[in-house]
């Protein structure tokens, strides 16, 4: 593992400064001015792992959930999980450089409704008798499933999570195994829907058979209205941040969305920022020690 630990410490001493802010998102018609972010802070000494998670007010939940890690020549703060759950997001990183800082963003969107059933009318002779109930309306129920992969021995793999029947996937997420001595055992490499109530997560890892290492794919299933994808991909040619940003088409919108690095799993390449920069955008930011691609993945609505 000291060859994985090594490789991931030139982050804190070559990356160049930038934010790195991962969204994934929930499809639904709700616009942008109706979303509510809710953000917390927490600082990460060097060397050591660190937690946050952000809450969604009541009446409220996740739409979008999203992590920012300061990652500058000195500082590398490298993302372990994301944890979407209908209340909001958690999210785990390691600090391989200077101190630094993780954020967790849930953006949260009301309850959306069930739509209320119409009532039935009986006649009784010339009078009209309505057959009502006063019913609370129940908000849509999102359940969370997952699935692990064991990376143990591996240089890389997947896994993919299923939504039960009839629902499809809302957002999606991933973990990944973090030592009890702080060693990050896998890297993420990439989250995308592989049908529509399948959502995988791939990564790698150092091959060591002694070291445990595993991903986990994480996805919130519910109903709602179909996604379509629509992708862009950057070549990775030098030691700089390279960004991929995916348009929806005219009359859609960003639901949610994932990405994908190009060549094989132990490609030396980090995704550092995933985010919905605009109603119909999604930007996938990426930085590389070697050469490789990648593609950011807009899922639409």
């Known amino acids: 593992m000291t060859g994985e630990q090594s490789r991931l410490r030139r982050i804190g001493i070559t990356i160049m400064a930038l934010g790195a802010m991962l969204v994934v998102g929930v499809a639904s018609n709700a616009s942008a001015a109706t979303i509510t972010p809710v953000t917390n802070t927490v600082a990460i000494p060097s060397g050591q792992v660190g937690s946050t998670t952000a809450l969604c007010p009541t009446r409220t939940q996740v739409s979008a959930a999203g992590f920012a890690t300061t990652t500058n020549p000195d500082q590398g703060v490298v993302i372990a999980s994301m944890i979407p759950s209908p209340a909001g997001v958690a999210v785990t990183a390691v600090d391989f450089g200077d101190d630094g800082q993780l954020s967790g963003t849930a ?128 070549q990775l040619t030098s030691e700089t941040p390279f960004t991929a940003t995916a348009g929806c088409p005219a009359g859609t919108s960003v639901a949610f969305g994932g990405f994908s690095e190009g060549g094989d799993f132990t490609a030396d390449t980090y995704v550092s920022g995933l985010a919905r920069t605009t109603d119909s955008t999604w930007q996938t930011t990426d930085f590389p020690f070697e050469a490789g691609s990648i593609t950011s993945i807009a899922y639409c609505a």
């Open 107 to 234: 953006y949260c969107a009301q309850v959306p409704k069930k739509k209320k059933k119409k009532k039935k009318h009986a006649k009784k002779g010339t009078a009209t008798v309505a057959k009502k109930k006063k019913k609370k309306k129940k908000p849509v129920p999102l359940t969370q499933v997952s699935a692990t992969t064991s990376l143990t021995g591996l240089t890389g793999g997947s896994a993919t999570a299923t939504c039960p029947p009839k629902t499809s996937v809302r957002t999606g997420g991933f973990d990944t195994a973090v030592s009890p001595d702080g060693n990050l055992q896998a890297i993420v490499k990439s989250g995308q829907l592989v049908g529509p109530s399948q959502w995988q997560v791939g990564a790698d890892a150092s091959g060591d058979p002694s070291t445990p290492a595993s991903v986990t794919a994480i996805a919130l299933c519910g109903p709602g209205p179909p996604v379509t994808p629509a992708t862009a991909t950057t």
